[in-house]
């Protein structure tokens, strides 16, 4: 592990130290402000020359707590959602530490608002001093400081794919600093000449044994070793293991989601659904009479889609498209639109696979480019999630004649009720190939947590406001 890294976790214990300090503080101060004491007058007795050092040493508590929770693990790779979600655990244990001791203990203490006012504090003063020191941290990555120097071995596209990816996200701390097609012992000296820090195995179809060697390379140099997971490993994330006949038996779950928690984002869908409904009412309104005024009813655009379990069902949208051009039942000339659809994909599609998408559609209305681009021709789909077709959160249906062209391990995006949003429409929408999109896809069915949802639904909005992969 690089020094840099090292440092980094290193200076996260006292700044975090000092952060909760603080955090008791003024918590104290706050107490006793003018505003507080009008609404509740001070009946307990604890004054600031005996409170202090208890903050002192109940801080040193809770950064024990977050030392059990793993926070000052050196994982240069781990997300900053899972930062939050320990610091959060780890905060609410402290909370309850605190609440259980005055309890047993029998203290008179009647301050309910300075133990919760500091659990609070310290909950928001820690995320925001870990999100400046990752800030940090990434800038500097920018400048070039602190980079972990990469080895790519393998196959030219997949080795080229992260190496673009790699290449954008600097603040994700590495340098490239070689690429090769194979392990041979030619390139092993050249390997070891660099000195990289990591070394990825980007060629899962290779041979076992050059595998091997390849992790026997890396022990050998004190390398990181990585590997990029092939497509059985990418499907099988969620296993159960257990016995039958003394026998062991592994199986692959389609989903992590059990029964309760299909019913608890079903209510969540339900819930926001219409809060959403109900705050996008006035876009509503105004995108309806613009699309009205410019080409006339129906201003709803009817578009079947296949969901979960291969269900089919009506996706609402607002129609992008002059009248003409649209295919489908609700439209007099839906076979004549298709069979220009179907010339246009000839020409102009620009995605392999099964699904297509057209580049500079010539059937788009003017105020249909600009509706696409913010992805606003997708709002009335929150109907689909009140009634149960979609979720907030899911992949992204596709229709009939697109699924009909699916390879079988593309169909494990159906095990999930599809969604508004996902996880491939705030990692690159159209930018992704379709088998990046089943991938990441199948990684949102096979690890999905309410976390990862609320994360997906924060990412939405700034991904549609970069526009990025949206045409």
């Known amino acids: 592990m690089k020094r840099f890294e090292l440092s980094f976790t290193f200076l996260q214990l006292p700044l975090d130290y000092l952060t909760l300090v603080a955090a008791g503080f003024i918590a104290y101060s706050l107490r006793f402000s003018d505003t507080v004491t009008a609404i509740r007058p001070i009946f307990f007795n604890l004054p600031w020359n005996k409170y202090w050092p208890l903050v002192l040493v109940v801080s040193l508590g809770w950064v024990l707590i977050f030392a059990l929770n793993g926070l000052y693990r050196v994982d240069p790779n781990r997300k900053f959602a899972s930062d939050i979600s320990r610091i959060f655990m780890a905060c609410a244990t402290g909370f309850a530490a605190i609440t259980i001791y005055v309890f047993f203990t029998l203290q008179k203490f009647d301050s309910r608002f300075l133990v919760l006012a500091s659990w609070i504090l310290a909950l928001i003063f820690v ?165 009205l005024f410019e080409t006339g009813q129906p201003i709803i655009y009817h578009n079947e889609r296949v969901g979960q379990r291969g269900k089919k069902f009506m996706a609402y949208k607002f129609r992008s498209m002059y009248q003409k051009y649209c295919v489908g039942q609700q439209f007099e000339n839906g076979e004549e639109a298709l069979k220009n659809e179907e010339k246009l994909i000839a020409k102009q599609n620009s995605k392999a696979g099964p699904v297509y998408k057209i580049k500079d559609d010539p059937r788009v209305t003017k105020f249909g480019h600009f509706i696409r681009t913010w992805s606003l021709d997708e709002l009335p789909q929150f109907w689909n999630v009140v009634k149960g077709q979609m979720s907030l959160v899911g992949p992204r249906p596709h229709q009939p004649r697109e699924v009909a062209n699916y390879e079988k391990w593309h169909k494990i995006v159906m095990v999930a009720k599809p969604g508004l949003t996902g996880m491939a429409q705030v990692s690159g929408r159209s930018n992704l190939t379709f088998d990046e999109e089943v991938k990441l896809d199948t990684f949102y069915i096979e690890n999905w947590t309410w976390l990862l949802d609320l994360i997906i639904l924060i990412k939405t909005p700034f991904v549609v406001i970069k526009r990025k992969g949206a045409w």
């Open 127 to 291: 995320i925001i001093e870990r999100m400046l020191i990752r800030g940090l941290k990434a800038w500097l990555y920018h400048l070039g400081f602190g980079l972990r120097k990469l080895i790519i071995i393998g196959n030219e596209n997949i080795a080229q794919i992260i190496k673009d990816g790699l290449t954008q996200k600097k603040y994700l701390g590495y340098k490239i600093i070689g690429i090769y097609p194979n392990f041979s012992e030619e390139n092993q000296k050249q390997i070891k000449n660099l000195r990289p820090d990591e070394l990825l195995f980007a060629d899962p179809k290779a041979s076992e044994d050059d595998a091997v060697r390849a992790v026997d390379f890396a022990n050998e140099n004190h390398i990181t070793f990585k590997y990029s997971a092939d497509l059985f490993a990418t499907i099988s994330t969620n296993m159960a293991v257990y016995t039958v006949a003394g026998i062991p038996i592994v199986e692959l779950r389609r989903a992590r989601m059990g029964a309760w928690g299909r019913i608890a984002k079903r209510l969540v869908d339900i819930i926001f659904g219409l809060i959403f409904l109900i705050i996008f009412s006035p876009i509503y309104l105004i995108v309806s009479l613009i699309i």
